[in-house]
């Protein structure tokens, strides 16, 4: 284990122990999404799909009503992520459709893998800070970088900064604030940098292409089929 990945998986497994008892499926082989010449296109970019609804699920099936969460955004020049608190369970859409949240619309494509959440405000001045604000979103579980982040209130473990304006501490204090860790911040770092080799822009590229989906607002996912 303390080769490098691409060390440890660069030759055939006979020599594994349990070789034998795994019949072969301990032949582990490395795998690239980045596309080579002579690259069939859109099997590229259902392989980039397929996996990234493959991890959504795998992330659905931990997610704790009440917990928090983040998920990757790029068309935010202030933010990289967004931390949500999970509202119920996440579900499969069984049909495409667009859901509108405020002033912005997110498409959900059949066997998605989605769950309602409320946002949380990014403090300025304060690094990692984050205050409830109560607004409802629809998370698409692909886009999920973490589904149970560890996030501390105000108090004896975690100390909003001293230098902040008096009025806005408080005010913080008095909604909630609460800190994310580091280790949890560095970690989404790294996960979207793995994220970016997927071409996770792929997804925004496929909204354009269907013009007649129906509209759905965030208040009414309620009565989307999946969801009754």
């Known amino acids: 284990m303390k080769l490098s990945v691409d060390k440890r998986y660069a030759t055939i497994s006979e020599s594994c122990r349990l070789w034998r008892i795994m019949e072969g499926y301990n032949n582990w082989k ?6 080579r010449a002579g ?4 099997e590229l970019y259902q392989c980039w799909e397929y996996t990234l609804q493959g991890m959504g699920c795998t992330l659905s099936e931990t997610v704790v009503d009440g917990n928090y969460g983040a998920y990757a955004v790029d068309n935010d020049a202030d ?12 579900w499969e859409v069984l049909q495409d459709y667009d859901v509108k949240s405020g002033n912005e619309v997110y498409p959900l494509k059949k066997g998605d893998i989605v769950c309602k959440a409320f946002w949380l405000e990014k403090m300025r001045g304060a690094k990692n800070w984050y205050v409830p604000v109560g607004e409802p979103c629809v998370v698409n579980m692909k886009q ?4 149970n982040l560890d996030m501390c209130v105000h108090g004896e473990n975690a100390q ?4 902040l304006i008096k009025y806005v501490r ?8 609460m800190k994310l860790s580091d280790e949890d911040y560095e970690m989404m770092k790294v996960e979207i940098e793995r994220r ?4 996770f822009e792929y997804e925004q590229e496929k909204r354009t292409e269907d013009s007649d989906d129906e509209v759905m607002d965030s208040n009414d996912y309620e009565s989307d089929p999946e969801y009754a």
């Open 30 to 35: 490395l795998l690239t999404f980045k596309q």
């Open 39 to 42: 690259c069939d296109s859109e």
């Open 79 to 90: 933010n990289i992520f967004y931390v949500v608190s999970w509202d119920g369970e996440p």
């Open 144 to 147: 999920v970088l973490a589904k």
């Open 160 to 163: 909003l900064p001293r230098n």
């Open 170 to 177: 408080n005010s913080a204090i008095s909604q909630g604030a």
């Open 196 to 199: 970016d080799e997927i071409n």
